[in-house]
Structures are given as C-alpha cells and as structure tokens.
C-alpha cells in the first residue's frame, strides 16, 4: 500500500503536477510557435518562464517535505497536450488557430488551478503552513495567467477568428 | 479540411464536451457508490442527474445550430476518469479516498468550466444568442457545482481524512 495518510496523498498528487508541469515545460513553446498573434504569443512564452518557477517551486516544497524529487505520470494532462497538439494538425486558418490554442491553454491551466488548489487545500489540513503558502503563490499565478488568457481570448483573438470566418463563409 | 471558420470550431468543441459529458455520466455512478461521506454521495449522485440535463442541453445546442448530435473521443476527459478510477485501486482508507475523489471531481469540474467558457465565448462572438444562453446555463451549474464540491473538502472531507491519517501515522 503506497498511500494511506494525508500526506501521502498530499504526495502523489504532487507527483502528479509534477508531471504535469515538466510535459507543460516541454510543449508549451512548440505551440508557442505556432501562434499568429503577438500578444498571445508572448503570453505563452511568459508562461513558459512562470512554469519553470513552478517548477522549481514543486522542488521546494519537496525539499520542505524532506521527500525526494519525482514525478508520476499525469494521464490528464497527457490528454490535454495532446488535444492541444491536434489544434496544429487541423490546418486552420491562422486566426482561428489562434482562438482553439487560447482555448486549450485554458483547459490546461484550470487543470493545474484545480490540483493546486486541492494540494493547497490539503497542505493547510495538514498544518503544513510554509508548504500551503508555496502552493498558493503558484495557484494565485495560474488564476491570474487564465484570467489573462481569457481577457486575449474575448478581446481580440475571438473577433479575428469571426472576422476570418467571415470571410471565407462569404 | 474539417475546421475552418469559427463556427466550426464550436461545433468540433461541442462534440468533444459531448463526448466528454457522456464519459462523466457513465463514471460517475461508480465513483459515487465508493463514497464513505454520505453527503459527498449524494453531491456526486446530484451532479449525475445534472450531467443528464446538461447532455440534453447540448443537444439542444446541436439542434439550434441544425447539427447532426455527435461526439468526438474527448482525449482529455478519459485522462481524468482514469486517474478518477486509479484512485479506488489504491487502497485507502475510505475517508482518505473521498478527500481524493473530491478533488478528481474538482479536475473534471475545472474542464468543463474551461470548456464552457470558451464555448460560451464562441457563441457570443458568432451572436449565437440562443446557443450562449444554453450554455452560459451549464457553465453556472459547473462552476456551482466546483464551489460545492470545495465546500465539503475544505469543510469536511479533509478533516476527517486527516483524522484517520492521524490514527493511522500514531
């Protein structure tokens, strides 16, 4: 039985976002490339730098638990990629391409506020105050990248995916 | 090519929540029976029936957009039912493993908020008025459901996992 307390739980899911985050790390600037817009653009490559932080933060609170570094295979986040991935193979036009990776980036990132915020939730159970304080900076960050993504996506990439549409509907 | 105009993007997104509804709705009964928390039970059996009304909402939206109703393999989806269904293999203790199903609840949640936003977002920018409004509906079950299910964790179900712990490491 490799888990029965909190904390290993706590642990696993760890493991998990882990994962998670190292797959992030590597597909994040194929898509990034792949993106007509400046400004989403940057956002993605912004993002890439915040989850190598990320990253290194799941390090510490590792560290914090005196556990050694891992990661765990994450099959959510494999699917997510990889819908992610099929966005490039659909041959959309550029716009329209633009507004499908926003919305994968979306599903990607409330993949990551549900587990940190589990995991925060659980660090606090288990009175783990400098582990629970880590977790939430990253949680704040991904909130606030969604938020961001959400602003692009209804703003601006949306209205040039219409407007492309537009034109070859007409 | 498949997708090209925006439209077609929500409709190629449509069938994969579809898809991704009726995995949920086929799961989530089992998940349910191996609840310990009778009021975790019926959160979960609640959003059962609640999947089952946001199924014929969507086919409602198939019908507006004079559709053919289809799915299309939700990747992601099958990632967190798999992850969901990992957990009653791992052998916890029963209030350990509601604090765990709670939150692969919460990630399967958190898809359907990002994939409802954006096909809410969709449909507006297309002045789908109708089809927003359907789906703006689901989107508020999705993200009450969330706070529901973060309710009893933080309130309850991790308590009581952390209790056992406890006993458990004592």
Redesign the interface.
Known sequence: ?????????LIE?LR?IYHAEKQIARALPKLAKAVQSETLRQAFEQHVEETKGQIERLEQVFEELDTRTRGKH???????I??AREILE????PE?QD??L??AA??I???E???Y??LH??AT??GLEKVAQLLEETLNEEKSTDQKL?KL??GDI??K??A??GK??A
């Open positions: 039985m490799a888990t029965k307390t909190m904390q290993d739980l899911d998990d994450c099959d959510a986040m494999e699917g997510l990889s819908e659909m041959g959309l036009e329209v507004a499908a926003v919305a979306q599903k990132e409330h993949y506020i549900a587990s915020g589990t939730a659980y159970a288990c959400n996506a209804i949306n209205k995916a219409l492309v549409s070859k509907a």
